[in-house]
């Protein structure tokens, strides 16, 4: 196939304003990504845009496998809470309340 560019788990994208540090999130347009490397803004770096990782959550919430989970760009932190939040995969694992992270199965679909 001629056409074919790359798997797509993982993209290059441009750094936003403040950079990117490495295993934390970011919205990027309308994708929710992981930085895999920590670059200044401008530069490329590799996204993680589908793929289970472990990362900041609301303490408060407990996660059962499988449910609904959104970015809370406002917080930082992965959230059970629609709201304004980006809806952006499912819990890959239960996370108790309280915890300060939880894994996250990210879909890589843009909404």
């Known amino acids: 196939m001629e056409n074919f560019d790359q798997e797509g788990e993982v993209i290059p994208l441009t750094a936003p304003t403040g950079g990117v540090v490495s295993g934390t999130a970011y919205k990027i347009g309308s994708l929710i990504v992981v930085a895999l490397v ?3 803004e401008t530069l490329p770096f590799s996204a993680l845009v589908k793929g289970v990782v472990t990362h900041a959550k609301v303490s408060a919430q407990a996660w059962t496998e499988g449910v609904k989970i959104y970015w809370d760009d406002s917080a930082k932190n992965f959230t059970t809470t629609v709201g304004a939040n980006t ?18 199965r990210l879909d890589g679909v843009a909404r």
Do not use: E, K, Q
Not at 87 to 104: E, I, K, Q, R, Y
């Open 38 to 40: 920590t670059v200044a």
């Open 87 to 104: 809806l952006c995969g499912v819990a890959a694992a239960a996370a108790a309340n309280p915890s300060a992270t939880g894994d996250v």
